[in-house]
């Protein structure tokens, strides 16, 4: 896979951030990566860009390098950006890559902010996905998992990265206590990491991110998280416990959690495979719910010119052409009248959607009373119920239902199904018994209403 | 007085516009460019009975034209087209907050009403007209319009005489005979002529009406359309008004008694018995199929005496926190919180059972349990809040739910068929104050 094109989101307060958007699977996920990020150099890493593949190959994939960091403006180090400032780039780069919503991956120290995303978004959240991380850095009585014994720590590891930022050595004492004891005899991985390290960060913003994170304590936002959870780890993960993964999981309601043999922090190395494959089924779970969260209530609306065929044939190409024209503008004023929303035309026929099943019914009434002027008549059908939309078409069931009634309405004739008929009681509207009929490639019987006033 | 306002076009006019009354239904005056002053004309009667006899009856907007009164000037060979008057009421709407409204034009406002509904068919509730035209100049189909020869008469009366106290008196001759005789009258009519257009303006813009044809776009003005003309019209004979309600589908024509052109007050209350139909249809536009969710903590009194204040009030804040998160997740809109409990509306009614399923779930951990209820009905949007017998019903159901019960009307039932949720019956029921026995389903988790 080559690497793909870098962007630039703009924030609100005019930021630039670098992202990347790769695959186009049918649910999008914003990786929220840990910590320094560089999102070219990511790609050298062969296990890296083996994962960001496959994550790419069921989903459409965002990474961003957050403000200061790698590709993105750079920001002074007094102004680095707090949680809430990273979860508005997140946006910015959600509604560049023209993404309503997300699952929420975040891993290490891009847990905090994903977590805190799920909270305060829910309506941009489809999931929530969290794997080796985090939410307080000091520790506190009932979260025992400090990330430094004591500030005197902190401060010899601040000068070891300052003086080492950047070298193979920093890079090997890295991976050796934090991304993978297991590979720290791999020099390619400790190699790369010093590349991208330097790349990602100069030695003061490294250690100016250092302080800031050491406030991060998201706590309080778990038990506003509100969206399907999975939360991911390794057993002998020596970055952040195990146990303090599980813990987080234990306080969202309805996560489920699992662990994996390992002493890999980094999600790329290791086996990633078990990870992506719990990821894939979580991915597909939500996709599901998503679908049934895109379905909306609608009326469905069906028109067809009857005869088309005859009267073409009678009016010629060029009569027949101004002719459609005329019909169309008569249908397409109609609905604005009654504020459809016009789906498709085929052909000669018209699909619109309504969100009042009376206002439906009443234009379909006015187009039939409209186009005798032209010297043709139309059938309509129309129906109510669930339909999905892709890509602000509307699909489903209930389209083809509505499709095949005013398939076997008579000509001049608007007829209804049942919950229609049931659903505009009050509105004056008459009806009467049109019979049942079987519809082509639809279950069940219908009753049918004609409309007769 | 009201207000004046300016409301900037695309192309950087300003256009004076003012927000006449308050009302349930938009009315948009689109005035004669001759009367085209709003400050001056409220200083005139005949207008000004008009203004309030619009404001009576809806939210009256009103603007000057570009070129014309209150508005920037254009001058000359600038005068506004039809298309541009066309694109000036959408940005008066826009700036005015007016979604659609009824269009009341007069005389020459007529045309670019037409024009607009036939552009904006879903911008134009209706379309009234007093003393209107479709089209300038004679035609073999319409011999009653003025003939070239008539025009350049007209012109050069204009060109000779316009905004003085004789001019002004021949034109109240053929636009108000009744009133021509009165001089303080003709100086008023005067003054807002001289007001509205320079000569050299209301030269350019009696010479864009005289070439003006709007006839093809009748047949496609869809919105309901009321032609009203005075039966002895002297400047634009009634045939004119007749063909106009003949060439748009469905338009109602009023032959008003007497040889006036323009409004006056003594028109407005002739419009009343359209705009009552036009009342009993828009009610439908209104409504829109929703899905209602109702809300309830359970036993909330007793709860709240048990833990005390300060825990209680606590247990609310996150209590309504879990309500909104889920109706964020579920694409629910939040129409008010009634007591302890909230009503929501959904545009798909798996969504909102699913949402009453995750809000019951969801406050459990609270130590409290909540009862909701659904219907999916025709609601009556009015602003933020929603109302109607499908909100009543699902209020009624609400009721009925026992503790971390989600219970639903046959409708949803039937809606969400294939949606993979599971039901129960629970029995058929009165709804207080709903006629019929409604059979309800409690959701299975």
């Excluded at chain 1, 619109?352 to 006015?366: E, K």
């Excluded at chain 2, 979604?99 to 904006?120: K, M, W």
């Excluded at chain 2, 969504?351 to 025709?378: D, F, K, M, W, Y």
Aim: charged share 25%; proline share 4%.
């Amino acid at each position: 896979m080559t690497v793909p094109e870098t962007r630039y989101a703009k924030t609100a307060d005019g930021v630039h951030i670098a992202y990347q958007v790769l695959g186009d699977g049918p649910i999008d996920v914003l990786f929220v990566l840990g910590w320094l990020t560089h999102i070219e150099r990511l790609w050298e890493e062969p296990r890296i860009a083996r994962f960001l593949d496959r994550l790419a190959s069921f989903s459409r994939v965002m990474i961003f390098d957050k403000r200061g960091v790698g590709l993105s403006d750079r920001v002074p180090e007094d102004r680095l950006p707090s949680l809430e400032i990273r979860m508005d780039d997140a946006r910015a780069v959600m509604d560049a890559a023209g993404s309503e919503r997300a699952v929420v991956l975040g891993h290490s120290e891009g847990g905090p902010m994903a977590t805190l995303f799920a909270a305060t978004y829910p309506e941009r959240t489809i999931g929530l996905v969290l794997f080796g991380t985090g939410l307080c850095w000091n520790g506190a009585p009932d979260y025992p998992w400090p990330r430094y014994g004591s500030d005197e720590e902190f401060e010899e590891l601040a000068a070891e990265r300052e003086t080492g930022w950047g070298t193979r050595a920093l890079a090997r004492r890295y991976v050796a206590e934090g991304f993978a004891p297991s590979m720290a005899d791999d020099e390619a991985a400790v190699a790369w990491l010093a590349d991208y390290m330097r790349n990602a960060a100069s030695p003061g913003a490294a250690g100016a991110f250092a302080r800031m994170n050491r406030r991060i304590d998201v706590r309080s936002a778990l038990p506003a998280i509100h969206v399907p959870t999975l939360v991911l780890a390794r057993d002998d993960d020596p970055d952040f416990p195990m146990e303090e993964t599980e813990w987080i999981a234990q306080q969202i309601r309805g996560a489920r959690f699992a662990s994996y043999p390992g002493d890999e922090h980094y999600i790329f190395w290791g086996d990633q495979n078990v990870l992506l494959d719990e990821i894939e089924r979580f991915v597909a779970r939500v996709r599901d719910d998503e679908a049934d969260l895109d379905r909306v209530l609608a009326t469905v609306v069906f028109t067809d010119i009857v005869d088309s065929t005859a009267v073409a044939a009678k009016l010629g190409d060029k009569g027949w052409k101004d002719l459609v024209e005329r019909h169309h503008g008569v249908v397409r004023a109609m609905l604005g009248r009654f504020r459809g929303a016009e789906v498709d035309t085929a052909g000669d026929g018209f699909f619109a959607t309504f969100d009042g099943p009376a206002r439906g019914v009443r234009c379909a009434l006015a187009i039939r009373d409209a186009v005798p002027d032209l010297g043709i008549q139309v059938r309509a059908g129309v129906h109510t119920g669930e339909v999905e939309l892709i890509a602000g078409k509307a699909g489903g069931i209930a389209v083809n239902v509505g499709a095949r009634i005013a398939g076997v309405a008579a000509p001049s004739e608007v007829l209804v199904s049942h919950t229609v008929e049931g659903l505009v009681s009050g509105s004056g509207l008459v009806f009467e018994d049109a019979g049942e009929h079987e519809l082509k490639g639809v279950p069940d019987r219908w009753q049918l209403y004609r409309v007769v006033g | 007085m009201p207000e004046t306002r300016f409301a900037t076009t695309a192309d950087g006019v300003s256009l004076a516009y003012q927000i006449v009354s308050e009302g349930s239904r938009d009315i948009v005056l689109v005035n004669s460019a001759f009367a085209s002053n709003m400050e001056i004309a409220w200083e005139f009667a005949p207008i000004a009975s008009v203004f309030r006899g619009l404001a009576a009856r809806g939210r009256l907007v009103m603007f000057d034209r570009r070129g014309a009164g209150l508005s920037d000037g254009v001058s000359g060979e600038r005068i506004p087209t039809l298309e541009t008057t066309v694109e000036d009421i959408r940005t008066v709407m826009d700036a005015a907050g007016s979604e659609r409204a009824v269009l009341f034009g007069i005389e020459d406002g007529g045309a670019q009403s037409f024009l607009f509904a036939a552009t904006y068919p879903n911008r134009a509730t209706a379309v009234i007209t007093i003393g209107a035209a479709s089209r300038g100049e004679w035609a073999p189909d319409a011999p009653w319009l003025w003939t070239e020869e008539q025009w350049s008469e007209d012109l050069a009366e204009i060109e000779r005489g316009w905004g003085s106290q004789g001019y002004a008196e021949a034109l109240a001759q053929q636009v108000y005979p009744t009133r021509a005789a009165d001089d303080r009258f003709v100086r008023d009519y005067a003054r807002l002529m001289r007001h509205s257009l320079r000569k050299v303006d209301a030269l350019a813009a009696e010479r864009m009406w005289r070439d003006m044809d709007v006839r093809n776009v009748l047949p496609l003005i869809q919105a309901p359309t009321l032609v009203m003309h005075f039966s002895d019209d002297r400047i634009e004979s009634v045939e004119e008004g007749r063909y106009l309600a003949e060439h748009i589908p469905g338009a109602r024509f009023l032959e008003l008694p007497g040889a006036d052109h323009g409004a006056m007050g003594a028109t407005v209350p002739q419009i009343d018995g359209f705009l009552s139909s036009l009342q009993a249809e828009e009610a439908e536009f209104d409504r829109v199929l929703a899905t209602v969710l109702f809300t309830d903590i359970v036993d909330s009194t007793r709860r709240a005496a048990t833990v005390g204040d300060q825990a209680w009030t606590q247990i609310r804040e996150t209590h309504d926190q879990v309500v909104r998160a889920n109706l964020a997740r579920f694409r629910g809109h939040e129409i008010k919180t009634m007591g302890d409990g909230f009503l929501a509306t959904f545009d798909g009614p798996v969504r909102g059972v699913r949402c009453a399923e995750a809000i019951a779930a969801g406050v459990e951990p609270l130590g409290i349990q909540i009862r909701a209820g659904l219907h999916t009905g025709e609601v009556t949007l009015e602003g933020d809040d929603v109302s109607g017998l499908g909100v009543a019903i699902g209020a009624r159901v609400g009721a009925l739910g026992g503790p971390s019960e989600v219970l639903v009307t046959q409708t949803v039932k039937d809606l969400v068929a294939g949606s993979g949720l599971t039901f129960e019956d629970a029995g058929e029921h009165e709804l207080k104050g709903v006629p019929d026995r409604w059979r309800l389903y409690r959701v299975v988790t």
